[in-house]
């Protein structure tokens, strides 16, 4: 028998229990890990999809307009910035996030990098590996009692709040867009970025890429920084300039850095980058846990699915609530 609807998804699998419930009511068809845009429209139109749900790549407009029985965009994760927002509403059409699947993971993996830069242990492995055994000479520091700058206090900044309490960390927050009524006991909100950045030990950021925050550490921001003081991003790779940062790498402006993501994703030449200075890379791994994986497919079928079965989206989930009026 015909399955009623059809459904993109932009990579080359999907969870198993998330492909169990999306397959019994949907055909489904994967294009393969980051599409080329027009491959991906080109796949739309011939499957007249009536969903897409976003793995890895982007969906512009060319490809939202591809169909003309698109119903619904499911993003396999949380930051939407990788979809054409505006587009889709001009067309009614309900852009899903899994808002609530990987905090947890991105917020373990943002600690881990800050491990790994007090102690140097991404160095420290491949220098055993080459045979040596750098004992005497290695001085690492420790992270308690740190001052710690959170940039975005959702569900990844609070959770890192809360999972470096053990540390006594100090925590400061800056978001705009975060009523002061709503902080941890212990945390404290600053008005201003540069309160943050100037006194910070570790600036760890977690807002999602919007016009607002898009290269929003720049030159200016790095040389605020301490000169001992670490930068990690797990949150997305525009809202650094990647030029200024290798330049504070090379001239030491800061003393390193953490990225698990970045301007281009795959990065057509990380050379500069992993030269500059002291680096830890990772290749966008903040959700790529089994448990956060499982959570994100699931999260992401339902949403399509209650969308094509002609539920109102749940406005926890919409990357454009607004479209809820004309539904």
Request: glycine share 8%.
């Amino acid at each position: 028998m015909e399955k009623p609807f059809r459904v993109v998804v932009t990579g080359d699998s999907l969870a198993p229990q998330a492909l169990e419930i999306l397959s019994a009511k949907c055909r489904v068809v994967f294009s393969g890990p980051y599409p080329q845009p027009l491959l991906l429209a080109r796949q739309v139109q011939e499957e007249r999809a009536h969903a897409v749900i976003l793995r890895t790549g982007s969906i512009p407009a060319e490809v939202i307009q591809a169909s003309p029985d698109l119903k619904v965009i499911a993003k396999h994760g949380a930051g939407f910035d990788n979809i054409d927002v505006k587009t889709a509403t001009a067309l009614r059409i309900p852009v899903m996030t899994a808002a609530t699947a990987n905090y947890e993971s991105v917020a373990e993996l943002a600690v881990g990098l800050m491990f790994s830069l007090a102690r140097d242990i991404p160095w420290l492995d491949g220098r055993m590996r080459q045979g040596f055994w750098d004992k005497i000479k290695v001085r690492g520091v420790e992270l308690f009692g740190m001052t710690l700058g959170l940039v975005g206090f959702g569900r990844i900044g609070r959770r890192v709040s809360e999972l470096v309490a053990p540390l006594r960390m100090k925590v400061l927050v800056f978001d705009p867009w975060l009523d002061r009524r709503a902080l941890p006991p212990g945390i404290v909100l600053v008005q201003h970025l540069d309160e943050l950045l100037t006194v910070a030990d570790v600036v760890s950021l977690h807002c999602p890429l919007t016009e607002q925050t898009r290269n929003l550490i720049g030159k200016r921001e790095l040389k605020m920084m301490k000169k001992t003081a670490w930068l990690i991003n797990a949150a997305r790779g525009g809202i650094v300039e990647e030029e200024d940062l290798i330049a504070a790498l090379e001239e030491g402006t800061i003393a390193g850095a953490a990225l698990d993501t970045f301007r281009r994703e795959p990065p057509e030449d990380l050379r500069r980058l992993s030269e500059a200075g002291k680096l830890v890379l990772t290749p966008h791994i903040g959700a790529a846990t089994g448990e956060a994986q499982a959570r994100m497919g699931l999260e992401a079928v339902r949403n399509t699915l209650a969308v094509l079965e002609g539920e109102k989206p749940d406005k926890k989930y919409l990357a454009n609530p607004e479209i809820l009026e004309a539904l």
